[in-house]
């Protein structure tokens, strides 16, 4: 393998060991380019720390004249292990952030500094190297378990990363050491992601080059098939048990506003008011008859980020919660899911309002009819308006309501989702073919001018050194 790792131009741009980060390379049977990355990033930073992860070939035995830290296991334990295993040696030496990368020259590691520069502003985030996977020899399989790991770790955190299965990262050390994880390959680096996220740590990216030889001089230890079975494993594990056991997260960053506020009352009071405040619409959603209301949510989803599809399945979820039985915390219930699976707030709970108002009563018959016409039971509706009837008529009902409403919900759900995904498409399109304004009675700023507005709807380009949460 022909790796060549250029020198650092700038000798300033190596990251001295007292400012708190040094270099982790975690290592298992990949002689033919360990001591050229260790070279390389003793150039880049002034400690590394390499892991013998029960090398069998031989690697370690061509550095023994680099000034490095050694950390050795006496058997293969996994990456995830080996990592662990500097992460603890880093913290040991008073280290405070540690710098990963991949022994096999995938990485130049002369871009260390670089992601330091975003570690310093976020001291609290991991920084990943987001890799432009646009040179020769990218494997399609990279690119697509990439893309496949990204989805589902969007689903689980809610975060946009831009490449959950890089190995070039800046840890917080007094984070993920306090990190417990399941898995030990791998897996590990994406399951460690999700579990900072949840904590409440920072995800950044920033991208970086990336070097792949030809398929003939390629090295890797990823197993396609046991790999891919336990990232599957991981993602349908963490998912599963985020959206349906709602259990508290270790926190690993303070809360701006925490949790506790000294008395079990107060504590309540504050939830409350947290959640008003999750699921407060904005200006012309909360006012007016139906028909304005959805006005008023198109016209808000189309300047929101999402894309249709995530709008049209936020919306889904919140009318399928608005045609359940659970009147009066229709909002509630769509505010923990949209929460719980990340979807858009506004979205979600605004969709509860198709049954607003009457529709309510509509909506509540209509199921009850359904469910005992599946369910082949007499259908007697109650000819007054005594309270105690109606509500003595719905609790009898109630297994034909859940039946029905389950029903129903689904056929709001998917007739609302897709309305909602092709409405803001359509909407979207539109703002983005809409000339800009004419000037009347004085010369209108230029386009993309200091003074001027863009009229094509478009979001402004994210920053060219890092984006995250």
């Known amino acids: 393998m022909s790796t060549q ?102 990485h130049y590691p ?23 996977m646009t040179g020769e020899h990218v494997p399609k399989s990279s690119s697509f378990g990439r893309m496949f790991s990204n989805y589902w770790l969007k689903v689980a955190t809610g975060i946009d990363v831009g490449d959950s299965q890089s190995g070039f990262r800046v840890y917080p050390l007094r984070h993920v050491n306090r990190v417990t994880t399941w898995y030990s390959r791998f897996t590990y680096e994406c399951e460690v992601i999700i579990r900072m996220a949840w904590g409440g740590c920072g995800i950044l990216n920033t991208p970086v080059q990336v070097y792949y030889p030809p398929k003939a001089e390629r090295v890797t230890h990823f197993h396609p098939l046991w790999d891919n079975v336990r990232f599957s494993c991981l993602y349908l594990y963490m998912n599963f048990s985020h959206l349906l056991i709602p259990l ?11 949790l506790w506020q000294g008395s079990v009352g107060a504590s309540i009071k504050a939830a409350w008011r947290y959640m008003k405040r999750l ?17 008023a949510l198109m016209h808000h989803l189309v300047k929101e980020k999402n894309t249709p599809g995530e709008l049209g399945l936020a919306v889904a979820v919140g009318a399928f919660w608005g045609c359940s039985p659970w009147i009066g915390f229709h909002w509630m219930l769509a505010l923990y899911s949209a929460t719980r699976v990340h979807l858009n707030r506004i979205a979600c709970v605004a969709a509860t309002n198709v049954s607003f108002g009457p529709l309510t009563a509509v909506i509540a018959f209509a199921s009850i009819w359904l469910g005992k ?22 609790y009898q009902s109630l297994g034909a309501w859940l039946l029905g409403s389950v029903i129903i919900g689904l056929a709001a759900s998917f007739l609302f989702g897709l309305g909602t995904m092709y409405g803001v498409r359509y909407l979207r399109r539109r703002n983005r073919q809409k000339p800009p304004a004419q000037a009347t009675g004085a010369s209108a700023p230029q386009q993309g001018s200091p003074t001027g507005e863009s009229q094509t709807g478009a979001t402004e380009p994210a920053q060219p050194q890092a984006s995250g949460t």
């Open 5 to 106: 790792f250029p020198a650092v131009a700038d000798a300033s741009a190596r990251v001295p060991a007292a400012g708190g980060y040094c270099v982790v390379i975690p290592t298992y049977n990949n002689r033919q380019t360990l001591r050229r990355v260790v070279e390389a990033s003793l150039q880049a930073a002034e400690t590394v720390i390499v892991v013998d992860d029960g090398c069998t070939d031989g690697s370690v035995e061509d550095l023994p004249d680099l000034p490095i830290v050694l950390v050795r296991h006496a058997r293969n334990r996994g990456k995830g292990r080996a990592l662990r295993s500097g992460f603890a040696k880093a913290a040991e030496l008073g280290y405070t952030h540690s710098v990963t990368l991949d022994s096999d020259g995938q």
């Open 110 to 132: 002369e871009e260390v500094s670089k992601l330091v520069v975003v570690s310093r502003r976020h001291t609290d985030a991991v920084v990943i190297g987001a890799r432009v």
């Open 248 to 258: 508290p997260h270790k926190r690993l960053v303070r809360r701006a506003e925490p």
């Open 279 to 295: 699921a407060d619409l904005p200006d012309g959603m909360g006012k007016g008859g139906p028909v304005k209301r959805a006005r």
């Open 373 to 394: 016409l599946i369910l082949r039971q007499p259908f007697m509706v109650p000819r007054t308006t005594n309270w105690q009837v109606l509500s003595k008529f719905a």
